[in-house]
């Protein structure tokens, strides 16, 4: 019992999906991720999409941490902009759950890490910004979204430039780091609080963390497909976040 007792729950949203010949709605989870959280000593809390805030807001009491994993994107009426041409699918009830759940891990300090749809999501619940469409919007040669196109998860796509005194610097014991790369969207207003800790070769931020000893970390590539296979260095983000939810379930 005890050593279940030190395992932290740490909470993980889904996603809406179709699928099968009929069509009905799902809503569901990459597995990488809950493997990831697992190997690290977790055991992750499913937060289904719901427009009772009160029930999730349940469910996330009952976590000692929350990861924000990746996904469609961010409705940019959060940020106060229109619709780009080339903004992608969204998902009001998603982004309502999530917005909160940052929220709320933001505000009681509680170990909150996200990952690509996740680094975007807290940056515009702090009061953050996006670039709705990169290619569109930011001068670069860089395809941010090659490992979509070419559906390598695992390929090491580009590098990664870590600020040397930053926290992920720390758990990842290097400054320089190759990464995945799947998104089409980008901050472009960093939220107050944070500093960016990660850049792409193009000057994208790939990774932010608070400025103050809060353990919120974003990064923009998915290191759940890269622990185990490509780059096991990545491992180390998921065991320091899972070490924190536990130091939170202890206090």
Known sequence: MMIHAQRPLIGITLMSSVVGT??????????TYLRALETAGAVPLIIYLTDDLDAIRSLYDRCAGILLPGGDDVDPAYYGEE???HLGTVDRQRDA??????????TDGKPLLGICRGLQVINVALGGSLYQDIPSQVATTL????????R????LTHPLTIVPD?????ILTTEH????????????????????????????????????????????????HLWDTS????????TDFVAACRQWQLA
Request: glycine share 4%.
């Open 166 to 170: 930053s926290r992920l610097a720390t």
């Open 152 to 155: 390598a998860w695992t390929e």
């Open 177 to 224: 780091i190759g990464c995945n790369t799947m998104h089409h969207q980008a901050v472009k207003t960093l939220a107050p609080g944070l500093r960016p800790v990660a850049y792409a070769p193009d000057g994208i931020i790939e990774a932010f963390e608070t400025t103050d000893d809060h353990y919120l970390l974003a990064v923009q590539c998915h290191p759940e």
């Open 97 to 106: 759950v999530e917005l909160a759940l940052a929220r709320w891990a933001a």
């Open 22 to 31: 009929d069509n009905r709605e799902l809503q569901a989870v990459r597995p």
């Open 83 to 85: 619709p780009h041409p």
């Open 231 to 238: 780059e096991p260095r990545w491992r180390a983000l998921f």
């Open 143 to 150: 395809d941010h979204r090659a490992n979509t196109r070419t």
